[in-house]
């Protein structure tokens, strides 16, 4: 069974510009979330999408959203970026039964703002 | 509100040689805990989970936790230690109330394990 996908898997992009990042979570899986890991606020929960739903929200300003497609894939998008922005993007997939089901993490995502 | 905390940032221990990780948790009701591992450059890896019963719980690659309610502890232990198992080891707890639906995790800051050979 294939795991967690995340495209792309390094990104440079300059301050000012828009990202759109991916995830396809393992098959069968309806929910999907996603952590923003930086060396100085370690794991931080950015959101999480259930049957195309958000279902939770972390506290993250407006520049950050994302959407889920009628297969589960998902994208986060951040504009207007700042340098503040570069991080490890992590997507992890789930069954979506709640609070305590097995999550799947994705290698990541490594975004680079200049 | 919930959190996790792991007290020791970095751990260095000899390969063949007994492992505990800390993490205490904030938590209003019986929580749901977890163990995840990182590699360099690579995403998360489940190594154990704590939803009900038995407190010692079993991992992967010879890995056990023991949940101590008293102590709001849940420790991650290995009896002997692999020069493979240097990594970063994340504890986490899952945000939401067992009735609520919600995959959403919080996140310990993570202890970072050296191993000697």
């Known amino acids: 069974k294939a795991g967690v996908t995340q495209t792309p898997r390094y990104l440079i992009k300059t301050r000012g510009q828009q990202v759109t990042l991916s995830c396809s979570p393992i098959?069968?899986?309806?929910?999907v979330s996603w952590y923003q890991q930086t060396p100085g606020q370690g794991l931080q929960f950015l959101f999480e999408?259930?049957?195309?739903?958000?279902?939770n929200k972390g506290n993250f300003p407006g520049r950050f959203s994302g959407r889920q497609f009628s297969n589960s894939r998902s994208e986060m998008n951040v504009s207007t970026l700042e340098l503040g922005d570069s991080a490890l993007y992590l997507c992890?997939?789930?069954f979506g039964g709640g609070a305590g089901r097995e999550q799947y993490f994705g290698p990541g995502t490594r975004l680079t703002v200049t | 509100a919930q959190s996790v905390t792991q007290p020791d940032i970095h751990i260095t221990v000899s390969e063949g040689a007994s492992l505990e990780l800390r993490c205490n948790y904030s938590?209003?009701?019986?929580?749901?805990l977890f163990w995840y591992v990182q590699s360099p450059g690579q995403g998360l890896q489940l190594l154990l989970k704590?939803?009900?019963?038995?407190?010692l719980v079993q991992g992967i690659k010879g890995f056990e936790a023991e949940f101590k309610r008293s102590q709001s502890s849940f420790n991650l232990r290995k009896p002997s230690v692999h020069w493979s198992d240097a990594a970063e080891y994340f504890c986490?707890?899952?945000?939401?109330?067992?009735?609520?639906?919600?995959?959403?995790?919080?996140f310990g800051t993570g202890t970072r394990l050296q191993v000697f050979p």
């Open positions: 999408y259930f049957s195309e739903t958000q279902r």
């Open positions: 986490a707890v899952g945000a939401g109330e067992r009735s609520y639906n919600t995959d959403k995790l919080i």
């Open positions: 704590y939803f009900s019963g038995d407190t």
């Open positions: 098959s069968g899986h309806r929910s």
């Open positions: 938590y209003g009701a019986t929580p749901y």
């Open positions: 992890a997939s789930s």
